[in-house]
């Protein structure tokens, strides 16, 4: 049995939109360049059929990703309550262990940004704050060793 990927309604929307136009716009242009590069002759040698191959591949395995994510989808209500950590959280915690105070938003694994600080609910972090209150301490369990968190605020 397929793993249910949780996210928001708005997460569902825009993969589904995603998909509609690497289906309908993206992969008619792919085929286009594959036709064109076809007619210039000897496959062998032909750098242009090489890349247009190779960008439909991806655009194919992107959309089998996402086709994957949108079957398996598990949309939760967008909560409002912020008295406790849930998907679309936006949490500041502070880290005795390195004295930094860092910002999370917790979300879909679909959304992930770690440049942005976007995590997901299912990351060693984001699970050991779901559900939590602020003035809570958590502890992030790693492959490396655990460390403590206690939460400042949830937004």
Known sequence: MAELIVMTQKNYDDLKKELEELVKVKRPEIIERIAEARSHGD???????????EEQRSNEGKIAEIEYKIKNADIREEVTDNSYVHLG???????????????????SITEVDVMNNKISVESPVGSALLRKKAGDKVTVECPNGNYTLKIISIE
């Open 43 to 53: 496959l062998s040698e032909n750098a242009e059929y090489d890349a247009a191959r």
């Open 89 to 107: 959280s936006v949490v500041t915690v502070y880290d005795d262990d390195m004295d930094e105070t860092q910002v999370y938003t917790v979300v």
